[in-house]
């Protein structure tokens, strides 16, 4: 008898074990992914607008550089100036395309490479200010680029609007 309950209860043990996981079991493991995917969601967004942030930063300062180069480079009478342009160049084209330096007629002097595509708008236009606009412009004057900066509508984590960058 005592042989015949061991052999009960091992088979018992054996199919428990071949049977799987129960329904509470699989309710559980839904729980707990559900509020994993809850928590990480938000964190992915917030990490990929601090991204994008930061690209823009960094666009901003390499074009507002060039512009600043571009004018030093006037300022030192390194390149030509055209009369109401106060230094500035016309467009950001400019400074893509390169000027001739003054008395060298094979010597051109780039300032960008390329003009960077604004990561929240996802488009390479940039909102202009020229040096004789009004500083809380919202168009541009069209005599010269004095400053750039986003277009988009949208606004930062830190709570300023990307178009004031």
Do not use: C
């Not at 180069?69 to 500035?88: A, C, H, Q, V, W």
């Not at 051109?108 to 390479?124: Q, S």
């Amino acid at each position: 008898m005592l042989e015949r309950d061991l052999h009960r209860r091992d088979r018992r043990d054996r199919h428990r074990a071949q049977a799987g996981f129960t329904l509470a079991e699989l309710v559980m493991v839904a729980a707990v992914l559900v509020a994993l995917s809850a928590v990480t969601l938000p964190v992915a967004k917030f990490t990929a607008k601090r991204s994008k942030e930061a690209d823009l930063r960094l666009d901003l300062r390499e074009m507002r550089s060039a512009i600043d180069e571009y004018k030093r480079y006037s300022d030192s009478g390194l390149i030509p100036i055209d009369l109401g342009t106060d230094g500035y160049p016309k467009n950001l084209e400019v400074l893509v395309k390169g000027v001739q330096l003054v008395g060298q007629v094979d010597k051109k002097v780039k300032f960008l490479r390329r003009i960077p595509i604004d990561p929240m708008t996802g488009k390479d236009e940039w909102g202009l200010r020229s040096y004789q606009d009004e500083s809380a412009a919202n168009s541009w004057g069209g005599e010269d680029v004095y400053d750039v900066y986003s277009r988009s509508v949208g606004v930062g984590l830190n709570g300023v609007p990307y178009r004031k960058w």
